[in-house]
């Protein structure tokens, strides 16, 4: 965000996300997110908003298969990664 002011407005109109998982248990082995956010619109997840930036990727560990995607923090300007195996990575 290029300005406070834009900054907070983003923060102001985010979006909800609750970060719903399919957890397939038909043999399979696959985590995925039922919906994602889309990307450069900020949301609102595990009490922070962030922006997501990157596509979901598939992650193979143990077997079994995860998405995970790549966001920013909007108020500490931090990436993370959020996993729909665990949450945030």
């Known amino acids: 965000m290029s300005t406070p002011e834009a900054k907070q407005t983003a923060i ?3 979006v909800s996300w609750s970060a719903d998982v399919y957890r397939d248990k038909n043999g399979h082995n696959a985590d ?3 919906s994602l ?3 450069n619109t900020p949301f609102n997840y ?3 908003t962030f ?3 990157s596509d979901p990727v598939t ?3 143990f077997g079994r298969n995860s998405e995970k995607f790549t966001a ?3 108020r500490t300007g931090k990436t993370i990664t959020i996993d729909s195996k665990k949450g945030r990575a």
Request: net charge negative; aromatic share 4%; glycine share 10%.
């Open 12 to 14: 102001d109109n985010a």
């Open 32 to 34: 995925r997110f039922t």
């Open 37 to 39: 956010p889309d990307i």
């Open 46 to 48: 595990d009490g922070g």
């Open 51 to 53: 922006v997501r930036v």
């Open 59 to 61: 992650v193979t560990r």
């Open 72 to 74: 920013i923090d909007l």
